[in-house]
């Protein structure tokens, strides 16, 4: 039965830190280069359907990744101590935790909230034709989007790293 639960938490767990680690390293390496080559006519629309379900989908990621791994912590400390990595693997394991925290913060603050400015401008923008022609606008549309790549970026970097953590502790 133990390893039952284990097997579905990790499960959730794994699957979800593929969804994120995949989303992040999707916008850094792919979709961030690719707008930036796009006209704006078609970058705008693009952006107004696809960027709603791509950030969806990678907060509900990260937060699985993160709500899965600290149920794991619980449901190991709690039920089967065997199975908790101790001295530096315990260690390891908690600077992983730590260090998803901080992928967590950096999605929610310049990832998620670029973003949902990046969507009102988008929207504004649309409603008011003139305004795509706007050089202001324009200025605070590329930055939204560059932080978002920012944000993306440092996520492609943190996450692995959070990963070897969590796979070395079991080692350790
Ligand atoms: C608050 C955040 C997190 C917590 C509390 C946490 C906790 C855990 C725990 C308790 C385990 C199981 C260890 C065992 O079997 O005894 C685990 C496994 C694992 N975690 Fe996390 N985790 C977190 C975030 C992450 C993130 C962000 C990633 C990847 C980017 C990650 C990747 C993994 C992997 C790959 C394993 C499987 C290791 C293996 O079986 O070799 N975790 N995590």
């Known amino acids: 039965m133990t ?14 830190v593929v969804g994120w680690l995949g989303s992040s390293i999707v ?6 280069p690719a707008l930036e080559s796009m006209k ?17 989908f990678a907060l509900i990621s990260a937060l699985t990744t993160i709500g899965a791994g600290i149920v794991l912590l619980g449901w190991v400390s709690g039920v089967d101590t065997s199975l908790l990595p101790t001295g530096i693997g315990f260690l390891l394991l908690l600077s992983g935790a730590v260090l998803a925290f901080v992928g967590l913060l950096i999605g929610m603050t310049l990832v998620t909230s670029s973003t949902n400015k990046l969507l009102k401008l988008l929207q504004r923008t649309k409603a008011n034709a003139q305004e795509a022609t706007s050089p202001e606008v324009n200025a605070m549309m590329l930055e939204a989007q560059r932080n978002i790549r920012t944000g993306a970026n440092a996520l492609s970097a943190i996450l ?8 070395l502790s079991l080692y350790a």
Not at 3 to 16: K, M, N, S, Y
Not at 160 to 167: C, D, F, G, R, S
């Open 3 to 16: 390893d039952i639960v284990l097997g579905i938490l990790l499960t959730f767990h794994i699957g979800a």
């Open 27 to 32: 916008y850094a390496r792919v979709v961030g």
């Open 40 to 56: 704006p006519e078609t970058r705008i629309d693009f952006l107004l359907d696809m960027l709603p379900r791509f950030s969806k």
């Open 160 to 167: 692995p790293v959070v990963m070897a953590l969590m796979i």
